[in-house]
């Protein structure tokens, strides 16, 4: 069974641009969650989708936005981009939506913002 | 979901002794996760406890969620160096992990 598949595993964008980075979650996981690593912050959670509804949305500016597809993939958008979004992005997928499910995570995506 | 405190933050052992890391809520969870992050890799989930006083072992892995469910801790037996890695708690709380700051151990051959 594929694992959680993340692109493009490296990016390197400016200041001021923005940037799409996708999530293709394990076969028959329906729940997508994102989250941001950063040496200084550490692990913070962005938002999670489910059914293509955004269920849950950590504290993040609206620069940050997501979106889920009727095949369960996910996309995640940051406009603007600042130096401070320079990070590792990674994706995570269960099965549903419940307090009892593994998260399952990708490689992520490794942004650095120039 | 309710962020909680780990600790240490940092652990250096030689190979072979034991390895112990402590997380603590002021509130009651509803459950714990426990993740195991390698330097350059993902997070990838250990286990999980969700009753009071429960204890479940992995090999030379040990996991205990208190009987208050605020706390929990992870003890390795004779570690190795494939032990290397943060290890990070958190509560699933509907899919939100709020992660602690982890604690990373390092193990000297």
């Known amino acids: 069974k594929a694992g959680v598949t993340q692109t493009p595993r490296y990016l390197i964008k400016t200041r001021g641009q923005q940037v799409t980075l996708s999530c293709s979650p394990i076969?028959?996981?329906?729940?997508v969650s994102w989250y941001q690593q950063t040496p200084g912050q550490g692990l913070q959670f962005l938002f999670e989708?489910?059914?293509?509804?955004?269920?849950n949305k950590g504290n993040f500016p609206g620069r940050f936005s997501g979106r889920q597809f009727s095949n369960s993939r996910s996309e995640m958008n940051v406009s603007t981009l600042e130096l401070g979004d320079s990070a590792l992005y990674l994706c995570?997928?269960?099965?549903?939506?419940?307090?009892?499910?593994?998260?399952?995570f990708g490689d992520g995506t490794r942004l650095s913002i120039l | 979901g309710q962020q909680v405190m780990q600790i240490p933050q940092y652990q250096h052992v030689q190979e072979g002794e034991d390895f112990t890391t402590y997380c603590n809520s002021s509130?009651?969870?509803?459950?714990i996760q426990w993740y195991k992050q390698r330097p350059g890799g993902h997070p990838v989930f250990l286990i999980q406890?969700?009753?009071?006083?429960e204890v479940k072992k992995q090999k030379r892995l040990t996991f205990q969620f208190g009987e208050a469910k605020k706390n929990s801790s992870l003890h390795i037996t004779a570690t190795q160096t494939t032990d290397v890695g943060t290890y990070f708690c958190?509560?699933?709380?509907?899919?939100?992990?709020?992660f602690g700051g982890g604690t990373r151990l390092m193990v000297k051959p």
């Open positions: 995570a997928s269960s099965l549903g939506p419940g307090n009892n499910q593994p998260q399952h």
């Open positions: 076969s028959g996981h329906r729940s």
């Open positions: 989708y489910f059914s293509e509804t955004q269920r």
């Open positions: 509130t009651t969870l509803s459950n």
């Open positions: 406890l969700v009753k009071s006083g």
């Open positions: 958190t509560e699933n709380a509907g899919n939100m992990l709020t």
